[in-house]
Structures are given as structure tokens and as C-alpha cells.
């Protein structure tokens, strides 16, 4: 699943070719993608309009018209978009510079919805807590989420309220910088694990950003090329391996049934 470095990717990918450009022509295949709105409707609301920015919150794409309508694209497990003609293509967008941009989603969870301006603050707000590279994403707002929360710490970091745009790869390999075990309690941290948390946390990300993000399976970024994060893994995936930092064998566990990485040494329950 595509999180803040791949969709950050993305984003910074199709900006510089889709900014200030007439959706001349939109075509949508699938109607799992926009309902409960028809496909027709969806399709209708924008062509013709022009992209006023690409942007991104947590892991939604957004991308703001000139008419005041925003379309909100969330990729979920296996969207994404080429400049390439491509299988599982369900929807098409036709520039006036003849760009055509592809949809791509193989497990068809993607959801494409369009809301006015005035509704987009809310929405978004509602389902994301601050943008983790942000300056409201405070070590105070941090203790203060995982205070009042007795889940495994790691369960906490993947509720887009507490920080959004982290997923299962990003939470793992910051709660590895950090030497913080996944299944402690979030309350049972203390300051200085905090601390050290939302530091590893930026870092985890900005080297996912860095790489244009990690590639696992076919995942391709809009210009057709491969993040490199995965060679960068510290626990993720790497299960029989050893620590990169104290030569341990990395363990494997899950947590809200999520595949989950850590060293036993480097990151002790008790
Ligand atoms: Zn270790």
C-alpha cells in the first residue's frame, strides 16, 4: 500500500505535467471507483476543468480545479497512475497537450471522489491528523495521542489521526530507529521514547521521500520509474536477517494482524 513517501512521489511526478492543464477528455471504467456516485457523473463534474495544483494530504492525492472542485484520490492497496497505456486501467484523463494519464488499480480499492472546496478542509480533517513533516506534528501532540491509548504502539501510529500518511513499512522501520518494541502499550512510553519516536519518524519518512519511495511489487511511479526505499529496509521484510545495527536476527510478529519487523535486542518488550 502506496503511504506518504510513494503518494509524496506521485504527487511531485504528475504536478509539474498536470498543473494549469484542461481535462479535455475523462473517462471512468469503473464504477467501484467512484461510488456511490455514478462513474458518469464523476466524469462529467470534470472534464473540461483545469488543474489548479497537485497536491497531497496524508496519503490522499488532491488535486484542486480552477472551477473550485477538488478531486480527492486515494490509492489504497494497489492504485496508481502512468503516462503509459497500461492493464487494469480504470479510468483515463486526456490533456490538452495530448498527455493521457492513466489509472491503474489491480485490487480495485482505490476510491476517486470530487468535493467543493469548502467541503475538502473538513474531510480531510476529519480522517488525518497532522502531516507528519509538518510544524504541527509536535513531540508534545505525539505523547499526548499515545498517552491516553493502551494498544500496541504500533497500532496507534497506523490511525491516520495520530500521524498521517504512516503505514505498515514507515511505523516499522521508525519504531526501529527509535528501539522501541511494537507491541508495547502506546500509554507505557515515557518522554524520552517519545521523543526519540517522532524524531524517527521524520527521518523514516524523509528517507522513503529521498528514494521516491519503495518498490515491492509491480508498483511503477507515473513517470514509469522504481523507488529504491526497499534497499534501504532496516527490519521491514527482513526477517531471518540481521540487524543492521547489532547483528541480532531480526523477528517477525504481527499486530492488528499486520506483518510487523523488529529486532528483539535493539527493541525489548519487557
Ligand atoms: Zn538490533
Given at each position: 500500500?502506496?503511504?506518504?513517501?510513494?503518494?509524496?512521489?506521485?504527487?511531485?511526478?504528475?504536478?509539474?505535467?498536470?498543473?494549469?492543464?484542461?481535462?479535455?477528455?475523462?473517462?471512468?471504467?469503473?464504477?467501484?471507483?467512484?461510488?456511490?456516485?455514478?462513474?458518469?457523473?464523476?466524469?462529467?463534474?470534470?472534464?473540461?476543468?483545469?488543474?489548479?495544483?497537485?497536491?497531497?494530504?496524508?496519503?490522499?492525492?488532491?488535486?484542486?480545479?480552477?472551477?473550485?472542485?477538488?478531486?480527492?484520490?486515494?490509492?489504497?492497496?494497489?492504485?496508481?497512475?502512468?503516462?503509459?497505456?497500461?492493464?487494469?486501467?480504470?479510468?483515463?484523463?486526456?490533456?490538452?497537450?495530448?498527455?493521457?494519464?492513466?489509472?491503474?488499480?489491480?485490487?480495485?480499492?482505490?476510491?476517486?471522489?470530487?468535493?467543493?472546496?469548502?467541503?475538502?478542509?473538513?474531510?480531510?480533517?476529519?480522517?488525518?491528523?497532522?502531516?507528519?513533516?509538518?510544524?504541527?506534528?509536535?513531540?508534545?501532540?505525539?505523547?499526548?495521542?499515545?498517552?491516553?491509548?493502551?494498544?500496541?504502539?504500533?497500532?496507534?501510529?497506523?490511525?491516520?489521526?495520530?500521524?498521517?500518511?504512516?503505514?505498515?513499512?514507515y511505523a516499522d522501520e521508525a519504531l526501529w530507529r527509535a528501539r522501541i518494541n511494537p507491541l508495547r502499550p502506546a500509554e507505557s512510553l515515557d518522554r524520552d521514547e517519545v521523543c526519540r519516536l517522532h524524531r524517527a519518524i521524520r527521518v523514516a519518512l524523509r528517507a522513503g521521500i529521498e528514494r521516491q519511495g519503495s518498490t515491492l511489487t509491480d508498483y511503477r511511479t507515473p513517470e514509469g520509474t522504481r523507488g529504491a526505499m526497499q534497499e534501504e529496509f532496516r527490519v521491514y521484510g527482513r526477517d531471518g536477517l540481521p540487524c543492521p545495527r547489532c547483528?541480532?536476527?531480526?523477528?517477525?510478529?504481527?499486530?492488528?494482524?499486520?506483518?510487523?519487523?523488529?529486532?528483539?535486542?535493539?527493541?525489548?518488550?519487557?
Amino acid at each position: 500500500m502506496p503511504e506518504l513517501p510513494e503518494v509524496e512521489t506521485i504527487r511531485s511526478q504528475l504536478a509539474p505535467r498536470l498543473t494549469g492543464r484542461t481535462l479535455v477528455r475523462v473517462e471512468i471504467l469503473d464504477p467501484r471507483l467512484t461510488r456511490p456516485i455514478d462513474l458518469f457523473e464523476v466524469a462529467g463534474e470534470l472534464e473540461g476543468d483545469s488543474v489548479a495544483s497537485v497536491e497531497r494530504r496524508g496519503k490522499y492525492l488532491v488535486l484542486r480545479l480552477e472551477s473550485g472542485l477538488a478531486l480527492l484520490v486515494h490509492l489504497r492497496m494497489t492504485g496508481s497512475f502512468g503516462f503509459e497505456p497500461t492493464t487494469h486501467e480504470r479510468a483515463v484523463l486526456e490533456l490538452d497537450d495530448g498527455t493521457r494519464l492513466a489509472y491503474r488499480d489491480v485490487r480495485r480499492f482505490g476510491t476517486w471522489l470530487v468535493l467543493e472546496n469548502a467541503e475538502l478542509e473538513p474531510y480531510l480533517a476529519a480522517k488525518n491528523g497532522p502531516e507528519p513533516l509538518g510544524a504541527r506534528f509536535t513531540g508534545e501532540w505525539l505523547a499526548a495521542r499515545l498517552a491516553v491509548r493502551r494498544a500496541p504502539v504500533k497500532a496507534v501510529l497506523l490511525d491516520q489521526r495520530v500521524v498521517a500518511g504512516l503505514g505498515n513499512i514507515y511505523a516499522d522501520e521508525a519504531l526501529w530507529r527509535a528501539r522501541i518494541n511494537p507491541l508495547r502499550p502506546a500509554e507505557s512510553l515515557d518522554r524520552d521514547e517519545v521523543c526519540r519516536l517522532h524524531r524517527a519518524i521524520r527521518v523514516a519518512l524523509r528517507a522513503g521521500i529521498e528514494r521516491q519511495g519503495s518498490t515491492l511489487t509491480d508498483y511503477r511511479t507515473p513517470e514509469g520509474t522504481r523507488g529504491a526505499m526497499q534497499e534501504e529496509f532496516r527490519v521491514y521484510g527482513r526477517d531471518g536477517l540481521p540487524c543492521p545495527r547489532c547483528g541480532t536476527t531480526i523477528a517477525k510478529t504481527r499486530v492488528v494482524g499486520r506483518g510487523t519487523w523488529y529486532c528483539p535486542r535493539c527493541q525489548p518488550l519487557g
